[in-house]
């Protein structure tokens, strides 16, 4: 059973905090993805990584860096948080051909 | 170009009822377009996905229309069940880019009435 894991469910920063959200898979999967859901707009790529230390900006990455030292966990980092910020995230991970598998997501309000 | 226009906003049907969502996009050299379902405080999960070499592909009560001409696609749930109630996406992928960035619509929320 392919495993995607965010670690941070639900999350309550202020404006102006550094935030940190954590995808960890199990599968030695090489492409790794963030999204950004919100309501009427869809899922939208913020950044993806395609190998350890390699990644792209996806189409909405202003506000936003990525890391990716092992090939298991890709963070998504908020350096100032605002509250525009306040969104649905979603880290996926690619298994083989095109299919992509999803966590379960991280819920951010920044107050 | 990179767009994928997903419509209707929001679906209801009765049980038993077919709904079915449509998708457009433009960039013929996507070559892999996938449906996700999305449960109220969980991650997307891939429903059926379908390749723009056949035009129809069934799974079980989930079926994928692809007309390539008209760079277009649909998702049509048989039978529907209070079961089926969330929320859809479709995407759009080209894998031959190395990337897999998947290109995803606005979602169809769909209620299913018991």
């Known amino acids: 059973d392919v495993k995607v894991t965010q670690s941070s469910r639900y999350l309550v920063k202020r404006t102006g905090e550094k935030v940190f959200l954590e995808c960890v898979q199990d599968?030695?999967?090489?492409?790794m993805f963030w999204y950004r859901q919100d309501p009427g707009l869809g899922l939208r790529l913020i950044y993806f990584s395609y190998d350890v230390k390699m990644k792209e900006k996806g189409d909405i990455p202003e506000g936003y860096s990525v890391s990716r030292e092992k090939k298991e966990r890709f963070s998504l980092i908020l350096e100032s948080a605002s509250t525009n910020q306040t969104s649905m995230y979603l880290c996926?991970?690619?298994?083989?051909?095109?299919?992509?598998?999803f966590g379960e997501g991280s819920w951010l309000t920044v107050v | 170009q990179q767009q994928v226009k997903q419509s209707p906003q929001s679906l209801i049907v009765q049980k038993g009822g077919i709904p079915i969502i449509n998708c457009a996009y433009e960039n013929t050299a996507f070559d892999y377009f996938p449906w996700y379902q999305q449960f109220p405080g969980k991650g997307p999960a891939l429903l059926i996905a379908?390749?723009?070499?056949?035009s129809e592909k069934k799974e079980g009560r989930f079926t994928i229309s692809f007309n390539k001409s008209a760079k277009q696609f649909s998702l049509h749930i048989m039978d529907s069940q209070p079961g089926d109630s969330a929320t859809y996406f479709c995407a759009a992928s080209r894998g031959a880019s190395g990337t897999y960035k998947y290109i995803f619509g606005t979602g169809t929320r769909l209620k299913v009435l018991a």
């Open positions: 599968m030695d999967h090489e492409n």
């Open positions: 379908i390749r723009p070499d056949v």
């Open positions: 996926a991970s690619r298994v083989s051909g095109n299919t992509i598998y």
